[in-house]
């Protein structure tokens, strides 16, 4: 009896219990930090995702446009309302500005097929290139900037170079 009386006096088990204790501890905080490490990279690939989406409708706008451009014989004979005939107004620099204005003066955004809501385009007409021939037996090159813009919990606006002779 005087041996199992000792047993329980002493604090052996005392320390198997802190430790015990001490690696749960452990264990919740590194769940923790790999629940908050999950949740960020979720946000990432979300943002990721929209942000993809954005780009791709972006640029089936500017193929649509590209299209529509391409279909019309000379387009600034009677120019559509998301052609601009010149860039006094609408540039790289004013772009941003004029998109998100509820007055157009030169040429008005056009929804996309792509995203009605969200996508759109505008192209502007820069003229004929320089050093281009001005014979007027031969076609002109012409050149157009294409804008395609997508808002859709980001805002990614593309702009694409085209050229057409007519």
């Known amino acids: 009896m005087i041996k199992t009386a000792s047993i329980l006096k002493n604090e052996h ?15 919740t905080v590194i769940s923790i ?9 979720i946000k990432i690939s979300s943002n990721e995702y929209f942000y ?8 089936g706008a500017i193929m649509e446009s590209i299209d529509s451009l391409e ?6 004979i009677a120019p559509e309302d998301w052609l601009a005939v010149t860039d006094s107004i609408i540039n790289d620099d004013s772009i941003f500005t004029y998109w998100q204005s509820d007055v157009y003066s030169d040429a008005q955004p056009q929804g996309a097929a792509v995203d009605t809501t969200g996508s759109g385009f505008m192209a502007v007409h820069h003229g004929i290139l320089a050093g281009d021939t001005l ?3 031969k076609p002109s090159k012409h050149t157009f900037s294409v804008y395609g813009q997508c808002e859709n919990r980001g805002l990614v ?4 170079g085209y050229t057409k002779a007519y």
Do not use: H, W
């Open 52 to 59: 993809q989406r954005c780009f791709y409708n972006a640029e």
């Open 157 to 160: 606006l593309l702009k694409m």
């Open 33 to 41: 930090a790999a629940s908050r490490t999950a949740n960020i990279e």
């Open 71 to 76: 279909a019309s014989g000379d387009p600034t």
């Open 13 to 27: 088990g005392a320390v198997m219990i802190l430790i015990t204790v001490m690696l749960l501890v452990l264990l």
């Open 135 to 137: 014979d007027l037996s």
